[in-house]
């Protein structure tokens, strides 16, 4: 940490922050300009509270130098983490998958349908939503527990591990044959529900905010790990910018930013990203040559009579083709990724 | 509601269109083109699935004419609504209040120091956090029960009116004497927190989100609204963009949209969305000029010791002069404004 | 500045940049940490190359704690520059004016009119483009030289000093009896431009791009005053954001920050950043209690059939009450502030 | 386009509307709603001046339905435009190139091995900035004529095609010998320039503005084609987001979306996008599996000691093993695509 001080500081002031600081387990260096001092903090500064230095009347200026995220800090734990979900379904560390399905469970037959087309594609893992969270009040909020059951049905019957998200955490007892918890974008920050989600043990798959730096995608994941639960996957679904051609701006130097700071693996959403059927195939390819560790992919039987998302949800033909094609750039690109 | 038809349409498709539109109660006028065909929804459409048809083979864009909020809108209720908080304490149509103290609740001299002064210089309201939502789990969360206790003890002792922020439904038993719940930018669409909340009798300031549109902010506030609780206080507190110089970036236009398309009334956050206390002053004078319905302001009595957002918070001093200067500003435009 | 170095750096390695750096003209001064070296460049740093130094292959990160500009700098220039445009009309240190007028200049009549009108109401500056920038080349792109010749024809009839846009450097010759030149936003980064009118002999209205930061706009400025023109006045005008309810979102807090950082006065358009003319009056009040120098309100005497820009034009009538309002705003903050 | 009348219009204004409309040569027809009154407008609207309708007092809300670009459109022109270069050089309908070489034109020494270098690597084009537009007037500026000779020189020894950047019309003389006049995001709505360069006979690389819709893209590619240069490259290099670990955030979906509204090639620049060397190659990657038709690559013989944009440079090496790998992504998805 780096502290730049006001220009003309009395030197007790000066003295008094310096003797605050070793209180604090840290140890200063003081470099003296001709206009300005710097102090440079050693040691342990993660929890040195940065407000309350920047705050104070001599300081200037005041900036990290460190990560304050730890657990999920590549740093400290070089090697990529592997989230295993089941035999032969994994995430990271070279290992690849598909997730697909539909945005919404609507029935079983839906779900049956789709699965089965998904799984002959090669999708190692099934989504669908039974909890929604919706702009407007009066838009379809998901089927909740019939939903849930839905899932599970089909969970059991296709031999699929799932993935499902979770909006409020009384709803936890329902994830219990639930593969993979999914959080959604908009709760991103919900830190209580993150610090819920911490103390459970099942892979979480945690969706980038709207407007969040990968910073803080960090921090959140962190808040998870910081409770004991270190099988997060990540996953970049595209941000809030100016443009309107897209839903979202897909932000795929994502994966690579990410790749470098953490050991968590990255998967990447184009469908939400984009929002448009038609752009699903070519951010797909590009995410899986950008080195993404999966893909979350809509897929529906029916896309013009979809509940919800049905503009950006592919038939099973047309997954079938970018899966394919997916599996075409990984090989070229991995010389041993699976056929 | 109006629906361009893609190029080249078969009768028969279109046909089945008009007899589907018709089954959802709303009647269909078309506009036929040399190139394109439109077709106009007449009646009540707010209940309609746009993405439903946009997804349609044969359609190649929707667009909504009317606005998706019913109970928020301005067009069904005209006139200013007037939220009252206790005997001259109110917001909206005309009454003005400064919600005023610190980011969080420390210790109980701490809130009794700040909320005296504040109270003589005029702020109506008392804010403190006793559940903070921190991007970092290692930051300083609040002093939860505790702090909840202090902010109770400080309303009974000085008679002021407080708000504080909730994070998670489950500590509503907690709120029993708070006078407004505040929901925070980042929970402005955890929409289980919000529906919770349009159950229960009490007013709730809602915070915009970070990258959240004005017309979302009016679907939260909607969600809260459709439940049966309609006092509901909107507050502008910047949102992300480029610029770093400032935390966030003061929305001031938010106030005089906001007024148009909604009857509630709309406070302003100098204090988050700027980061600097410095900014404070004229961008509250500033929120006052434009319209705002009230301020909110961060003050603390120890700035460069406080434990969160210090450097951010005004001095009682600093806060008693933006304070009269708002008045001044306010005196000048509304001829009977108070002193 | 402030380097950081990687972890593990060769003594030798470190030596070579100590050196280099001495090469420079700057002295470094060491702070040896438990994990991490770093260096504090002491000296005149602004013109080291930041971008060589961060490219090195032992240094990890660096800061520039100075900031690159110079005479745009309230460090170096304390007091506010007032820029007098003739006799009793001047921006900056306590003087305020309002430039108004229509977006176009359209014909002899109408600038009469709308001069007219704004002389009456207190402008103490008249606005009107005969070079337009239109995101489309179908159009309405200005009078060009016609144009120019209707300006300076009213300026003399009125005695109103002028203020219109330049495009094109070829087109200086036709802005001799021009009182201010305006850089548009659009041009803000034309640095080839920005050079030019360094050199000449009057008053430079720049505006802030669209997606520009503040240091970004004092660095545009600082390129004109590097050549010896150092009257420049700062226009804020909106900023590019997610938000689709006006135009662009207007920066207000930009004029704070813009004081603080620099000696120039700093204008505010409300009428490009809110492209609503119902918003301009609030966002004007809201800039005058914020402390800017001035404003540039766009008034027509006929706005539906404004050839550009219509819809966020005022009527004389408005322009006269908002006019009014301001004093009002200025008078109740500023004691001798003008009636 | 689609005109929403405000309720409760007088009849007789509506009916001036429409009177007026017809002389404007298209024709209008109504949709008559239980509140609304929406016209629709057929015809040829591109000319039909949006702002001067949304401004009229009766009239809510217009719409535009078709796009005012019409020779960058793929509607009107279905099939990809081939931009070729010299033989066996050509961007688009199945053609691509990768555009190589250092930001800054330094030396003849740098330019003929950089030069030697990224053509054995396969690399088509020869970047190299003779003219640069820097944030700072304190910055390198570029050597002007002497890079310009520069280029020529290495352009006539190697026999390489180049591309450099043009900021002043009037420096276009000096252009004679260059293949590609690159226009600079900073320039993309500089419409004098972009007017000049649609009289010339030479294709245009035109790059997104920071802050630019895709739609400003192509109606600025309308300017240099209404001229009647229909030359015109494209080329996505970033825009401008609140995340900070890169430069900019790259926009991949910009490529599938081109693709979809124009006929125009379209060419990623990943080195300006995310500024940082490690992540070009994922980016480089990722961009051909989303379809571009080119790649523009900074490649610098001493990356630490570049004169301008070091840090985001590749060298000689690792630039022959983007290429590689970018064959191999393109030969996967593209079956008869050059080895």
Same sequence: chains 1, 2, 3, 4.
């Avoid at 998904?118 to 998901?142: I, N, W």
């Avoid at 049905?153 to 918890?181: C, K, Q, S």
């Amino acid at each position: 940490m780096i502290i730049s001080l006001k220009r003309d500081v009395r030197r007790e002031d000066r003295e008094h922050l310096l003797s605050w600081l070793e209180t604090q387990g840290v140890s200063a260096q003081i470099v003296e300009g001709q206009y300005q001092t710097v102090i440079g903090l050693v040691g342990d500064t993660a929890h040195i509270n940065m407000d309350l230095i920047s705050g104070m009347d001599i300081v200037e200026s005041v900036m990290r130098i460190s990560e304050p995220y730890k657990k999920a800090n590549r740093k400290f734990h070089p090697d990529d983490s592997v989230i295993r979900i089941r035999e032969g379904v994994a995430f990271g560390g070279g290992e690849f998958e598909i997730i697909a399905g539909p945005c919404s469970v609507e029935s079983d037959a839906q779900m049956e349908t789709i699965a089965q087309a998904v799984k002959a594609s090669g999708a190692g893992v099934l989504r669908g939503g039974a909890f929604k969270p919706r702009t407007s009040p009066y838009d379809f909020q998901g089927l909740h527990e019939e939903g849930m059951r839905i899932l599970k049905e089909v969970r059991r019957r296709t031999g699929m591990p799932i993935i499902t998200e979770i909006m409020n955490i009384i709803h936890l007892p329902l994830f219990e044959e639930v593969d993979i918890i999914q959080v959604g974008a908009r709760n991103m920050q919900n830190f209580d529900l993150l610090k819920e989600l911490g103390r459970i043990d099942k892979p979480i798959l945690l969706k980038r905010g709207l407007a969040n730096s990968l910073k803080e995608l960090l921090m959140s994941a962190e808040y998870i790990m910081a409770g004991g639960n270190e099988r997060v996957i990540l996953c970049e679904r595209g941000v809030r910018t100016f443009e309107t051609a897209t839903r979202n701006t897909l932000d795929l130097s994502a994966v690579a930013v990410l790749h470098d700071l953490t050991h968590l693996p990255v998967v990447v959403d184009p469908s939400h990203a984009t929002g448009v059927a038609r752009y699903v195939k070519p951010m797909a390819l590009a995410a899986a040559a950008a080195g993404a560790d999966g893909l979350m992919v809509e897929v529906h039987n029916d896309p013009p009579r979809a509940l919800c998302d049905g503009p950006q949800s592919l038939t099973p033909e047309q997954f079938d083709d970018v899966a394919r094609a997916v599996r075409k750039v990984r090989a070229a690109l991995v010389p041993d990724a699976e056929g």
